[in-house]
T-cell receptor, first 111, second 116 residues
Framework: KQEVTQIPAALSVPEGENLVLNCSFTDSAIYNLQWFRQDPGKGLTSLLLIQSSQREQTSGRLNASLDKSSGRSTLYIAASQPGDSATYLC??????????FGTGTRLKVLA | NAGVTQTPKFQVLKTGQSMTLQCAQDMNHEYMSWYRQDPGMGLRLIHYSVGAGITDQGEVPNGYNVSRSTTEDFPLRLLSAAPSQTSVYFCASIPPTGTGGLFEAFFGQGTRLTVV
């Protein structure tokens, strides 16, 4: 059974720092991995999607990497800003339309 | 395109009451699903549908019913609400496999349900 873990559960950093959020999964037979952002009381906003054949995806200050063989993905946020404060979720799909979610990393960027 | 629309945004129910959470998408997506989000547990799959007339159970289906009569709508019914169903409910849709097979999920804004 696929399990997804995100470490750390919470993170507080000063503005301007580069930071890395981690996501690990137990079954490497995935089709893709998606990173989401969730603001308090809001829905999920898709940030990046990495297909299993890809190693990384970039969007602005965000870079997500995928190492299927080791069951890991990282989300790199460059030059963090207070507006980046949110919960970040990763989810993996085996290609059967079902996503398995991690419990998220709650990020606070201090001004 | 409105994307995935959920109604209502907030709801308070008494134990034993029934209600329907609405989900609609205007992107012609085949696959739709319902998740619940509880503190410390992440999102868990309740029910899903791979097309009109086809539904199946996810990880936590007990106490919930679904139907899919059209491509656009996928309502979630609580038959007899219980306090354990207090949660935030999210509806998601995924494009048809012909669109590159990315399986990228699009989520609604959620329904916050409290059962007292």
């Amino acid at each position: 059974k696929q399990e997804v873990t995100q470490i750390p559960a919470a993170l507080s950093v000063p503005e301007g720092e580069n930071l890395v959020l981690n996501c690990s999964f137990t079954d490497s037979a995935i089709y893709n991995l998606q990173w989401f952002r969730q603001d308090p009381g809001k829905g999920l906003t898709s940030l990046l999607l990495i297909q299993s054949s890809q190693r990384e995806q970039t969007s602005g200050r965000l870079n997500a990497s995928l190492d299927k063989s080791s069951g890991r993905s990282t989300l790199y946020i460059a030059a963090s800003q207070p507006g980046d404060s949110a919960t970040y979720l990763c989810a993996v799909s085996s290609g059967t339309y079902k996503y398995i979610f991690g419990t998220g990393t709650r990020l606070k960027v201090l001004a | 395109n409105a994307g995935v629309t959920q109604t209502p945004k907030f709801q308070v129910l008494k134990t034993g009451q029934s209600m329907t959470l609405q989900c609609a998408q205007d992107m012609n997506h085949e696959y739709m699903s319902w998740y619940r989000q509880d503190p410390g547990m992440g999102l868990r799959l309740i029910h899903y549908s791979v097309g009109a007339g086809i539904t199946d159970q996810g990880e936590v289906p007990n106490g919930y019913n679904v139907s899919r009569s059209t491509t656009e709508d996928f309502p979630l019914r609580l038959l007899s609400a219980a306090p354990s169903q207090t949660s935030v409910y999210f509806c998601a849709s995924i494009p048809p496999t012909g669109t590159g097979g990315l399986f990228e999920a699009f989520f609604g804004q959620g329904t916050r349900l409290t059962v007292v």
